[in-house]
């Protein structure tokens, strides 16, 4: 048996044994009804992830020295208490469970992470789109913002610093949406074009946005991911991400760079606000509402680029991922909605 994806896997039918390999971005000990142990481990490999049950009779193996050892005690075996972030090979089944279905591993395999086709970094998700092709649409609109924004934000974003580098390569989240390598760009993009696409289309009416100021806002939005999240080697929260939330992280990192710059004290309470207001309700974490037009656009912009991502990641899931016809997602916790994959009729 030859090792699938784990979208192969996703593919798979009802019944189906498969083998992968992947990297474990989560791993929970539950209980059973007679206390018996039983683990939930989720898994990722660059064709996206998955979620199975390993039941208590599960075997696992310990070959990270090239000699098969079983574990006969998963439970209390340090090397399993410690396996998030590793690589593991899984070999597993698909039953249903309450029509729909539930995987299973049934084998789990410890192995040697210095080998070439186990290092955990070969395993990490990353965006669809081309790095470098999100790269040069990025400095296309950070070369293109004019006005003290547009030189605050080539300040900010110096191609040769750490700001930089980390912002190229952060997921935007853990989970939700664009929670990959370069999620963080990728959504910041997409924000970014939205918000200037909406602020041209106001051009010339009586609340006229400011176009540097919007750009320049969606572009700032989410600095406070490159303290919130962190790659080590999958997408994971800071301690400052858990206790004090992206946009705080943001604010306090924006403060420090505008002081360093100098930022006038208009242009910096505009972008501020930005910052600060782009999650566009109090009930999901900004601290205040957007109260100007550029604000306004980029937190809609923010909730569109959100949900659409959203709505790919949920449609992958569905039997047939993106080539399925139509179909209605499972209820998405993140958008609060099930979401729907159609297509056109095909002409007879």
């Avoid at 109260?291 to 992958?316: K, Q, R, Y």
């Amino acid at each position: 048996m030859s090792n699938k994806t784990l979208a192969e896997v996703r593919a798979l039918p009802v019944d189906s044994k498969f083998q992968s390999v992947g990297l474990v971005t989560e791993l929970k000990e539950k209980r059973d009804k007679n206390d018996k142990p039983y683990w939930i481990m989720s898994v990722m490999d660059k064709s996206g992830a998955l979620d199975a049950k390993i039941w208590g009779n599960a075997q696992w193996f310990d070959l990270k020295d090239g000699v098969k050892k079983e574990i006969s005690e998963p439970s209390s075996s340090p090397l399993v208490q410690n396996l998030k972030g590793e690589t593991v090979g899984l070999i597993g089944s698909i039953t249903e469970f309450k029509g729909k279905p539930q995987y299973q591993f049934n084998q789990v395999w410890l192995v040697d992470q210095e080998r070439e086709e186990y290092r955990p970094a070969a395993f990490i998700r990353a965006s669809g789109v081309p790095v470098d092709r999100l790269e040069a649409e990025f400095w296309q609109l950070v070369n293109g913002c004019g006005g003290e924004a547009g030189e605050f934000l080539r300040f900010v974003f110096q191609p040769d610093s750490a700001t930089w580098q980390a912002f190229r390569t952060f997921p935007a989240a853990v989970a939700h949406h664009h929670a990959y390598l370069h999620g963080l760009l990728e959504h910041t993009l997409g924000v970014a074009r939205s918000a200037q696409a909406i602020a041209r289309s106001y051009q010339g009416t009586a609340y006229e946005p400011d176009l540097d100021i919007v750009v320049a806002g969606a572009l700032l939005h989410d600095l406070g991911k490159l303290d919130a999240y962190a790659l080590d080697p999958g997408p994971e929260s800071t301690l400052e991400g858990t206790v004090l939330d992206h946009i705080a992280t943001g604010y306090a990192r924006f403060v420090r760079l505008a002081d360093e710059f100098k930022l006038t004290p208009l242009t910096r309470t505009l972008l501020a606000h930005i910052i600060l207001s782009h999650h566009g309700q109090k009930e999901f974490g900004s601290p205040v509402l957007p109260a100007t037009p550029e604000a306004m656009i980029v937190a809609a912009a923010d909730n569109l680029d959100f949900c659409l991502n959203s709505w790919h990641g949920a449609v992958e899931q569905l039997d047939g991922g993106m080539e399925a016809p139509r179909a209605i997602s499972d209820f998405d916790f993140s958008t609060q909605r099930r979401l729907w994959k159609w297509r056109p009729e095909q002409p007879r």
